[in-house]
Each structure stands twice: as C-alpha cells, then as structure tokens.
C-alpha cells in the first residue's frame, strides 16, 4: 500500500471507519484498493472509483502462449512448421508444470528436397537459404521464436554434418 500525503487531513468514512484522502489515493497507482481484515468487503470500488481490474490466466502466469518452430531435415525431403503453442499450468497448488493444452499451425513450409554436396554431407548453404527463406515468408525472424526442434531422420542423421547442422 502507497503511503498518503501526511500534509493533508484524512476525511472521515462512517462506511468504512477510517480516514479517505480525497479519491483513495492511498492507492494511487491501482484501481479499487484493498482494505485491513476489519472490513467484509476487502476488495471494493467506492462512487467515482474504477473497479479493480481482474487479471487473465495468461497475466496471472497460469497460461503462457509461445511460438514454436519445428525443422524436419530427412532422408529425402525437408521441411518447417511453425506453431503457436498454448500451455497451462497444472495441479491444484499451481505447480511449475505446465501442459500443452492448445497447438495452432501458423505456417508451413513447402517440402524440398534435401540438399547433398556429396553421399556424406548435406548442402548446409543451401539447406540455409531455404530455412531463411521460409522464416520471410512466414513474416518470421529467429528472435520471435520462443522454442522449437531440429530433427534429423533416416539417413540425414548419419551424414557427416548432422550434429554440426542442429547445433
């Protein structure tokens, strides 16, 4: 609670049995204001008062919404799916396990097939310019990303490069 102005003289509230600076400013800064165990409503709004404003799942931190990336560089073809994720914190007691609840597609890449320079390697310029291209078109940079995964399948995740490439 903000401390009032001590250069002013509280105003007598029957209603509430203590003394209001003018519009409640000993709660400047917040709508509404919370009153001590003495009173039954301890979150109110007085005439002329904003009401409190509620906060939503996702301000209170129950709810977090993230953009995901997922690179699928196979065997054969290559691709990027771009989604929003929606997770939710789970348990009673509001633990620190969240669970995915939601999942929306925002983009999809076109498949392409893999670049190679040769048997054992992939062409990683090339495999470049397609994910850079595919994060423009999707009106994407790699800052906006929250999370994501690389995976490499069949025999992309034996070429030579592999691990290099998802670093």
């Given at each position: 609670?903000?401390?009032?102005?001590?250069?002013?003289?509280?105003?007598?509230?029957?209603?509430?049995?203590?003394?209001?600076?003018?519009?409640?400013?000993?709660?400047?800064?917040?709508?509404?204001?919370?009153?001590?165990?003495?009173?039954?409503?301890?979150?109110?709004?007085h005439p002329g008062e904003e009401p409190v404003i509620e906060l939503t799942p996702e301000e209170a931190g129950n709810v977090l919404?993230?953009?995901?990336?997922?690179?699928?560089?196979?065997?054969?073809?290559?691709?990027?799916?771009?989604?929003?994720?929606?997770?939710?914190?789970?348990?009673?007691?509001?633990?620190?396990?969240?669970?995915?609840?939601?999942?929306?597609?925002?983009?999809?890449?076109?498949?392409?097939?893999?670049?190679?320079?040769?048997?054992?390697?992939?062409?990683?310029?090339?495999?470049?310019?397609?994910?850079?291209?595919?994060?423009?078109?999707?009106?994407?940079?790699?800052?906006?990303?929250?999370?994501?995964?690389?995976?490499?399948?069949?025999?992309?995740?034996?070429?030579?490069?592999?691990?290099?490439?998802?670093?």
């Amino acid at each position: 609670m903000t401390q009032a102005d001590p250069s002013r003289t509280p105003e007598p509230d029957a209603e509430h049995g203590h003394g209001h600076w003018g519009a409640h400013d000993h709660a400047v800064g917040t709508y509404g204001h919370i009153h001590d165990a003495e009173h039954d409503d301890f979150m109110h709004t007085h005439p002329g008062e904003e009401p409190v404003i509620e906060l939503t799942p996702e301000e209170a931190g129950n709810v977090l919404t993230l953009t995901s990336v997922g690179i699928d560089i196979g065997s054969s073809t290559s691709h990027l799916t771009f989604s929003k994720l929606v997770l939710e914190r789970q348990g009673v007691a509001l633990s620190s396990r969240f669970k995915v609840v939601e999942r929306t597609v925002t983009h999809r890449s076109p498949i392409m097939l893999t670049p190679y320079v040769d048997l054992f390697t992939i062409d990683t310029e090339e495999l470049s310019r397609f994910i850079k291209g595919v994060y423009e078109d999707a009106g994407m940079r790699p800052e906006d990303v929250d999370t994501g995964a690389t995976i490499f399948t069949g025999e992309a995740a034996k070429k030579n490069n592999a691990e290099a490439i998802s670093a």
